[in-house]
């Protein structure tokens, strides 16, 4: 789905001036709208930033099954059931594809994993959220996807060209995701008293947090000038939330829903929606730790990690074997 | 979906692309010829533990719309690839030899199509 | 005779509706990122099964039920699954012991559907075998793999072999509406299955260096109706209770 930046390592931004002749030529072709290929030269920063950056929107596709996969097995058709599986499906495809072009950065996918169940690295807050009726699948494919593709779709011309291509095959699969999502929404805000209670309950649940999903106001964070200096970051989090803001009002409007900000109003003078920031207190508990599910996350990652270990070696030990007879028959 | 090559890089427990520890499954790249005769492409990588699953994975991974008819894994770290430096060397000879291409040649409009 | 062709397309409806429902439940807890993408393939193909199977279950009733309402709103006594796909998932051993197992039976059988005098039926078989064809390949590849190992997963893989074993003999027992599909050519007689299936069995087996049980005692009551596992309640409480509780809904 996608991955908040929180804390960059970079040390402010260089003039091309400032620069020694090296760095200059990258940045020159980042300008350039060059993309940079793993075997090239590139600053410590820009790939240690990268590392972070795509693990994170790999972790967050990966525990981001979890929500969505507490109801496959409560699905109420055998449609929605074959829908929500390949959604969830297509969520682990794409963590996939990140980790891989985590890796051409020269970090394993294992490593990657370990920090990720160590608390080490960090996932999109988002996910640590219940769901907690079928209403809530409708709500996080309208609008946890929804705000996602608003960050995903910048970044099919991010500077580093493996992640410029995961990008462009990730948002060609997630189109279904949030039609889906919204699919649900309409069916619930259509059908019985109890189905619009809960596609209401479910926007009143997931409208902060979706916001949240943008990350804190960086318009005075040098972290997030240099992230977009090297086009690893393509538009401020404001900017996206509002954005998202103006496309989801009236969207919930045709639902017949009330999205649950008494401050939300229009305003003509901007040409955009006037809306309320979310509870930030609640947003750095959650990255603390302390969300809903923070706990469960990562035990249910955990559990699958070491439970499958067994399996991941057995099958490593019987490829090697298999390589081995092969050998010995060559050998003869 | 990322690339058959990679960079090295120490500030982490590193190891060369496709050189897998021993408890780790060894990267695979993934090459997919579609239903329009065009050749095998590269669509991205994954993990496998032989050449065997490695495309039965690519099916499972690459081909969930269809997308190809034939599938080619090839083992990350037996991918030979061009380093940035020769980009010139390799490259720049071509560039002269302009003679290659279509548009070098003026045929007049009244020959038609060519 | 609605009923006998009613109760035999229920038997294949449940089938890939329980195993495809037991599969899903891996979604996102496999032992891999690629096992996760490769099981819910699987899990997905069942699913699609099913609806073609009760839908067309529905069908030959008559009576307006569709493939949901017999999915969501039939009780225990109604299911006529075999009892090894309502077996739990246990470790990831003994989900690709059951599943190949299953596969191995189920390969063969579609393959004979694809011969059916109903058309239908042919119809469905033949889209069914170039998926479970894949199913199979992939479980058998796991179990050759796993049981060929290392010595944790080879215990493993024995332990699960060992514990579905007993479930195995219900695929091949014939019975009235089994007798009476063949008598009109609709499907192969499941006892006449069993040459082939032992002979498949026995090569993976041995690849993958497991004992295969002595005893053949098999448990029976799925496919009939008459005695479920416990499993199959519990799995129906989660699955149908959406339905269940909001019957007036539409989804």
């Keep these: 789905m996608y991955a908040q930046m929180i804390k960059s390592t970079g040390e402010g931004v260089k003039s091309l001036d400032e620069m020694d002749p090296q760095e200059r030529a990258f940045q020159e072709r980042i300008n350039a709208n060059d993309k940079i290929e793993p075997k090239d030269w590139m600053p410590d920063g820009y790939r240690k930033n990268l590392i972070r950056q795509i693990g994170q929107h790999a972790h967050s596709e990966i525990v981001g ?27 682990a495809g794409h963590g996939l594809y990140l980790y891989c072009a985590a890796e051409t950065l020269g970090v394993s996918r294992d490593q990657m994993t370990r920090d990720l169940l160590s608390g080490k690295m960090k996932y999109s807050s988002i996910f ?34 493996p992640y410029a291509r995961a990008m462009v095959r990730i948002c060609k699969e997630e189109s279904f995701h ?19 209670k ?9 409208w902060g947090p979706s916001l949240m999903m943008f990350g804190p106001s960086d318009e005075n964070s040098v972290h997030s000038a240099q992230s977009m200096a090297w086009k690893i970051k393509m538009n401020s989090n404001d900017e996206l939330r509002q954005k998202f803001v103006d496309q989801t009002v009236p969207q919930a409007e045709y639902l017949g829903l009330t999205v649950p900000d008494d401050t939300l109003r229009w305003n003509e003078e901007r040409g955009h929606y006037d809306f309320a920031q979310p509870d930030w207190d609640e947003f750095f508990d959650v990255l603390k730790g302390n969300g809903p599910c923070n706990t469960e996350r990562l035990e249910a990652r955990n559990k699958a990690w070491d439970e499958g ?19 010995q028959v060559a050998a003869e | 979906m990322s690339s058959p090559e990679s960079s090295s890089y120490d500030g982490t427990e590193n190891v060369e692309h496709g050189k897998a520890r021993p408890t780790e499954w060894p990267l695979w790249e993934i090459f997919i010829r579609g239903q329009h005769g065009l050749s095998h492409r590269h669509v991205g990588s994954l993990h496998a533990p032989d050449a065997e699953m490695a495309i039965k994975n690519a ?51 009244d020959v038609g199509a060519m | 005779m609605t009923q006998p062709q009613f109760e035999f397309l229920t038997r294949l409806g449940d089938n890939t509706l329980v195993l495809g429902h037991r599969v899903s439940e891996w979604c996102g807890h496999a032992p891999v990122l690629e096992e996760d993408i490769a099981l819910a393939n699987t899990a997905l193909d069942l699913i699609g099964q099913t609806q073609l199977w009760l839908g067309l279950a529905g069908e030959v009733e008559g009576k307006g039920r569709d493939a949901d309402t017999l999915a969501f709103h039939r009780d225990v006594w109604d299911f006529r699954s075999l009892l090894l796909v309502e077996q739990p998932n246990g470790d990831f051993g003994q989900t690709m012991m059951r599943q190949f197992l299953f596969d191995a039976w189920h390969s063969n059988y579609l393959a004979q559907l694809m011969d059916s005098s109903d058309s239908r039926i042919a119809a469905i ?41 007993p479930f195995v003999g219900e695929m091949f027992v014939s019975d009235e509406v089994d007798a009476a599909m063949v008598a009109e050519g609709i499907a192969p007689d499941p006892a006449s299955l069993r040459g082939e299936f032992d002979t498949l069995v026995n090569n993976v087996l041995t690849a993958a260096t497991l004992t295969r049980p002595q005893d053949d005692f098999a448990h029976k009551g799925g496919k009939t109706g008459g005695r479920h596992t416990e499993h199959l309640g519990h799995m129906l409480t989660q699955m149908q209770w959406l339905q269940r509780a909001y019957p007036d809904a539409s989804w």
Aim: with cysteine; proline share 4%; aromatic share 8%.
């Design chain 3, 125 to 165: 078989a033949e889209k069914s075998t170039k998926e479970v064809t894949y199913h199979l390949e992939r479980s058998s590849d796991t179990v050759i793999g796993l049981g060929d190992g290392t010595e944790e997963s080879h215990v493993r893989m024995q332990k699960a072999l060992d514990r579905l074993w």
């Design chain 2, 59 to 109: 099916r499972d991974v690459y081909t969930r719309r269809n997308e190809g008819v034939s599938i080619w894994a090839v083992e990350a770290c037996k991918i030979a690839a061009s380093s940035p430096e020769e980009k010139g060397p390799l490259y720049e000879p071509a560039n002269a030899k302009v003679y290659r291409h279509p548009t070098f040649f003026d045929i007049p409009d």
């Design chain 1, 128 to 161: 640590n959220y219940p769901t907690l009726t079928w209403a809530d699948m409708g709500a996080v494919g309208w609008l946890v996807d929804g705000a996602a593709i608003m960050n995903q779709v910048p970044l099919q011309r991010t500077s580093y060209g």
């Design chain 1, 309 to 327: 270990r067994w399996v991941r070696e057995g099958l490593l030990a019987h490829a090697a074997k298999k390589r081995a007879a092969a050998a």
């Design chain 1, 198 to 206: 809960m596609a209401q309950d479910a926007l009143n649940r997931f």
């Design chain 1, 178 to 196: 949030q039609r889906q999502g919204y699919d649900i929404m309409m069916k619930m805000a259509n059908g019985t008293e109890a189905q619009r």
């Design chain 1, 65 to 91: 099954q979890l929500p969505e996969g507490n109801w496959i097995t409560r699905a109420p058709t055998l449609e929605r059931k074959a829908i929500l599986l390949a959604k969830v499906q297509d969520e």
